[in-house]
């Protein structure tokens, strides 16, 4: 249950990267249990959303945080990159808003930079 709370970002990114690796290489399923949306994007490829013992998402990232009003109502947020993508989308730009971690941002948004030139 939140194994990285209280850590700073090297600490929460060593025994969250320990994890997925045990996960990986020991091919098990893990169950992370976290308030922080941007370590679940990170670190997992299925969510469950819950509110007061109740399931109210359930399914990949894509799936569920595309729910943003749901994952509201649960107390959560958005990853934050996620909300800046959709603050520009709203702005009028034309930006993949299914972006939950900064790398996959910097990522798709320089692919892009390099496919308009």
């Known amino acids: 249950d939140e194994p990285a709370a209280g850590l700073d970002?090297?600490?929460r990114?060593?025994?969250?990267g320990n994890i997925r690796t045990y996960q990986q290489t020991k091919s098990k399923t893990v169950i992370l249990i976290s308030?922080?949306?941007e370590d679940m994007a990170r670190y997992s490829d299925e969510l469950i959303v819950l509110k007061d013992?109740?399931?109210l998402l359930k399914g990949s990232l894509k799936e569920v945080f595309q729910q943003a009003d749901i994952i509201k109502d649960a107390g959560l947020r958005l990853p934050?990159?996620?909300?800046?993508?959709?603050?520009?989308?709203?702005?009028g730009l034309d930006v993949d808003t299914?972006?939950?971690?900064?790398?996959?941002?910097?990522?798709?948004?320089?692919d892009r930079?390099?496919?308009?030139c």
């Open 13 to 16: 990114d060593e025994i969250l």
């Open 9 to 11: 970002p090297r600490g």
């Open 98 to 110: 299914s972006v939950y971690t900064v790398e996959d941002a910097f990522k798709r948004l320089t």
């Open 53 to 55: 013992s109740t399931l």
């Open 35 to 37: 308030h922080s949306m």
């Open 80 to 91: 934050q990159v996620t909300r800046v993508m959709l603050a520009l989308k709203k702005k």
């Open 113 to 116: 930079r390099r496919s308009s």
